[in-house]
């Protein structure tokens, strides 16, 4: 993976930024301008990508202590990595994300769209609607995820979540539900309705956009 200093100065992160605004920018190049710089073993992009497959894969909480475990990162960056995340987690905390429809999630899960891996993520909501939790409960190989209602629905019972929203991205590109898709969605409403917590919305998305299988009829 090549170094900041070679790549051409208008697809560099910062500039990047500037001349086409932060959702242009991938989650690694987002990552690579907070960290500012790299190792000598590894560039701002290699550690960056650590960082995203930790935080994809791990259960433990995000902490300065977790981040440190990773290659490149010292007490500096694992600050700097903190101190964004609990801004941004105060900001929005003030102003409650409420979700209505599919088109209302698409912000959230936006981050998966171009992983070269399925990604499953999982939503909670609360009675109202509001957003109270957004993780990502599995990550699998390049075509399928395997996932199960244990995996699902044990932070969400935790959240006291009223309902949910399901999500997952297809590194493929298409939005055409698999059967597994379709079988996982199934199993999921249905242990939702034991639970008591409401499947509302499963949402396939790609770079080129998403699918809802409420609107397809498919929930």
Not at 95 to 124: G, M, T, W, Y
Not at 130 to 156: C, K, M, W, Y
């Amino acid at each position: 993976m090549k170094s900041i200093k070679d790549i051409p100065d208008f697809k560099r992160p910062r500039e990047k930024l500037v001349a086409q605004g932060p959702e242009a920018l991938s989650d690694t190049e987002l990552l690579a301008i907070l960290l500012s710089s790299g190792v000598r073993k590894k560039n701002v992009f290699q550690i960056a990508d650590s960082i995203l497959r930790r935080i994809d894969r791990t259960d433990r909480k995000l902490s300065v202590e977790v981040l440190q475990e990773i290659e490149g990162v010292g007490p500096a960056k694992a600050c700097q990595i903190m101190a964004a995340v609990e801004f941004v987690r105060r900001r929005l905390s003030r102003n409650s994300i409420v979700i209505r429809n599919a088109k209302d999630v698409v912000p959230l899960i936006a981050h998966i769209a171009d992983r070269k891996q399925e990604h499953f993520v999982c939503i909670s909501l609360n009675g109202a609607n509001e957003v109270i939790g957004n993780r990502v409960v599995t990550v699998g190989l390049l075509n399928s995820t395997q996932v199960h209602p244990r995996e699902v629905f044990a932070d969400v019972i935790s959240d006291r979540a009223a309902s949910v929203m399901l999500a997952h991205n297809h590194p493929s590109g298409t939005l055409k539900p698999s059967q597994d898709d379709i079988a996982i969605t199934k199993q999921m409403v249905e242990a939702g309705r034991i639970l008591g917590i409401t499947v509302l919305d499963h949402i396939i998305i790609t770079q080129k956009g998403y699918l809802s299988f409420k609107k397809k009829g498919l929930l």
